[in-house]
């Protein structure tokens, strides 16, 4: 069974420019959740999606927001990017309720903005 | 509020030795408390969870108590190997339409050969 897949794992940016991250859940898990890591600041949650729907927001800026097909693979956006939005960006998958099951992560994104 | 601290930041062991890591949740609705180990280059994978009705849970070397009173948790590692080096996350989840789960900061664990 193929695991969480998230593309592209390592990407560059500039100043306000955009990115585009992609996350393909398990077979079968339709609760996709994405987070920001960096040094210090743990895991610091920026949204949930199940069936396409929203269900829960973190405290980040509007810049930040993403959407889920229906095929529930997800994407997630950050505009005009400042060098702070700098980290990894994790994402997870399960089949129904992520606030009582296992999270299963992919390995990341990993952006750096210059 | 939702909020997750995490102690030590940083934990060095010997080998053989035990290392302990502790949690403190704020929100007294939370009902699910994982544990997730995250190693270098990869994302974390989850390696032992408890819920509210239940006090303490075993998984070989690997124990985790709650006291729900306290709004406590924590994490036995014993007889350490080098490969338990990693960076660990204590968690909080609650069964609502809210759903997500709150990770305190990490704590990163050394075991020294």
């Known amino acids: 069974k193929a695991g969480v897949t998230q593309t592209p794992r390592y990407l560059i940016k500039t100043r306000g420019q955009q990115v585009t991250l992609s996350c393909s859940p398990i077979?079968?898990?339709?609760?996709v959740s994405w987070y920001q890591q960096t040094p210090g600041q743990g895991l610091q949650f920026l949204f949930e999606?199940?069936?396409?729907?929203?269900?829960n927001k973190g405290n980040f800026p509007g810049r930040f927001s993403g959407r889920q097909f229906s095929n529930s693979r997800s994407e997630m956006n950050v505009s005009t990017l400042e060098l702070g939005d700098s980290a990894l960006y994790l994402c997870?998958?399960?089949?129904?309720?992520?606030?009582?099951?296992?999270?299963?992560f992919g390995e990341g994104s990993r952006l750096t903005v210059l | 509020g939702e909020n997750v601290e995490q102690h030590p930041s940083t934990l060095s062991v010997q080998e053989g030795d035990s290392a302990v890591i502790k949690c403190t949740y704020s929100?007294?609705?939370?009902?699910?408390f994982p544990w997730y180990k995250q190693e270098l280059g990869k994302g974390p994978q989850l390696i032992i969870d408890i819920r509210s009705n239940v006090g303490e849970k075993k998984d070989q070397r690997i124990a985790v108590t709650l006291n729900k009173t306290a709004k406590h948790f924590s994490l036995h590692i014993t007889e350490t190997q080098p490969e338990d080096s990693a960076v660990y996350f204590c968690?909080?989840?609650?069964?609502?339409?809210?759903?997500?789960?709150?990770f305190g900061p990490g704590t990163s664990l050394s075991v020294i050969p």
């Open positions: 077979s079968g898990h339709r609760s």
């Open positions: 968690a909080q989840g609650r069964k609502t339409s809210y759903d997500k789960v709150i």
């Open positions: 929100d007294s609705a939370s009902n699910y």
């Open positions: 999606y199940f069936s396409e729907t929203q269900r």
């Open positions: 997870a998958s399960t089949q129904i309720r992520a606030s009582t099951g296992e999270l299963f």
